[in-house]
């Protein structure tokens, strides 16, 4: 079992940027970010593919998070900037760890506050 953890949450002011990291314990594919925001549903914000590293976003973040890759250090990472409260969510890292096989892999969680 591939064990995923997740740093770089924390509080920040509306405007302020955040980086989360999130660092495998094993081989990987595509890893993604999802978040749940406080009493939702969690959701989709942000992939990385595997085979040709295309990333995807979820529309409201788009133009202020990206998501990179690091495959030589099995990380993913999550750069957020112009934080609105909205972003106020616990943010989930997870990962393919069979290529195309679906995401069978979630860290634990980073909390993520955003104050107005």
């Known amino acids: 079992q591939v064990q995923l953890v997740e740093s770089g949450g924390g509080s920040v002011q509306a405007g302020g940027s955040l980086r989360l990291s999130c660092v495998a314990s094993g081989r990987t594919y595509t890893m993604a970010w999802f978040r749940q925001p406080p009493g939702k549903a969690r959701d989709f914000v942000a992939r990385h593919l595997w085979s040709g590293g295309a990333t995807y976003y979820e529309d409201s973040v788009k133009g202020r998070f990206t998501i990179s890759r690091d495959k030589a250090k099995n990380s993913v990472y999550l750069e957020m900037n112009n934080l609105k409260p909205e972003d106020t969510a616990v943010y989930y890292c997870?990962?393919?760890?069979?290529?195309?096989?679906?995401?069978?892999?979630w860290g634990q969680g980073t909390q993520v506050t955003v104050s107005s």
């Open positions: 997870a990962a393919e760890t069979r290529e195309f096989q679906g995401y069978s892999s």
